[in-house]
């Protein structure tokens, strides 16, 4: 079984919603900072958040500030990525992340366990 499993992607129109959730297992994710990344057709993998374990604020990219939000569920070892009014701009492969240290999201240190990913296509 995988550590991280991603789910809810698929094809969305345009300004719609759609939420992804990632479940965790053999870890206690609430000592954990959680990232959501996509990777866009011919593009790098971008961050679209980061949540620190603890209580920290939420970082969100400029692209999804006022669209996507985040949420956790720790007790389910559960995490959301809730995408409102998409644009063809959020199509691409979702991932979710734990980090042992809230340093990766600044950058300072890498993610220790990635999910597989969950395609989200956003077109008419």
């Known amino acids: 079984q995988l550590p991280l499993v991603e789910s809810g992607g698929g094809l969305v129109r345009p300004g719609e919603s759609v939420r992804l959730s990632c479940a965790g297992s053999?870890?206690?994710?609430?000592?954990?900072?959680i990232g959501w990344f996509r990777r866009a057709p011919g593009k790098e993998r971008e961050r679209v958040s980061c949540?620190?374990?603890?209580?920290?604020?939420?970082y969100l990219d400029d692209s999804v500030k006022g669209r996507f939000t985040v949420s956790r569920d720790n007790a389910k070892n559960m995490f959301y990525l809730q995408m409102d009014r998409v644009t063809p701009e959020d199509t691409g492969v979702y991932y979710c992340?734990?980090?042992?240290?809230?340093?990766?999201?600044?950058?300072?240190?890498?993610?220790?366990?990635w999910g597989p990913g969950t395609q989200v296509t956003v077109s008419t």
């Open positions: 992340a734990a980090g042992r240290s809230n340093r990766v999201c600044d950058g300072r240190e890498i993610f220790d366990v």
């Open positions: 053999g870890f206690t994710s609430s000592v954990y900072a």
């Open positions: 949540t620190p374990f603890g209580g920290g604020i939420t």
